[in-house]
């Protein structure tokens, strides 16, 4: 197991920025490839992000790429999520997620899931 936990959901403006924080608890977490999904009202959920373990492998969903910006601090078992530029579609619940193997954009890619943070983007 590999509980993360989520935060830095909240509502904002459109244009506006913020920043998601993923905690995660154990001492391998350097070895997980970890990531983003989110989820609006009414839709599946859809990859975002992700990132492998030293970082040098990233990848953007295109409906984010050039606006989000996803890190990770292994001393601080914790990854980012810099969401600059907001859009009112970017509203959706956003989960953080792990797996020791290249998850790729899948949902089945991950088996470690955060509980989810809302971030909700007014118009």
């Known amino acids: 197991q590999v509980p993360l936990v989520e935060s830095g959901g909240e509502l904002v403006q459109a244009g506006g920025s913020l920043r998601l924080s993923c905690a995660a608890s154990?001492?391998?977490?350097?070895?997980?490839?970890m990531g983003w999904f989110r989820q609006a009202p009414g839709k599946e959920r859809e990859f975002v992000a992700t990132?492998?373990?030293?970082?040098?492998?990233?990848y953007y969903a295109e409906s984010v790429k050039g606006r989000f910006t996803i890190s990770r601090d292994n001393a601080k078992n914790t990854v980012y999520l810099q969401m600059d530029s907001l859009k009112p579609e970017d509203t959706a619940v956003y989960y953080c997620?792990?797996?020791?193997?290249?998850?790729?954009?899948?949902?089945?890619?991950?088996?470690?899931w955060g509980q989810g943070t809302q971030v909700t983007v007014s118009s």
């Open positions: 997620v792990a797996s020791r193997a290249y998850g790729g954009p899948y949902v089945s890619g991950y088996p470690y």
């Open positions: 154990g001492r391998t977490f350097s070895g997980y490839t």
């Open positions: 990132i492998n373990w030293n970082g040098a492998g990233i």
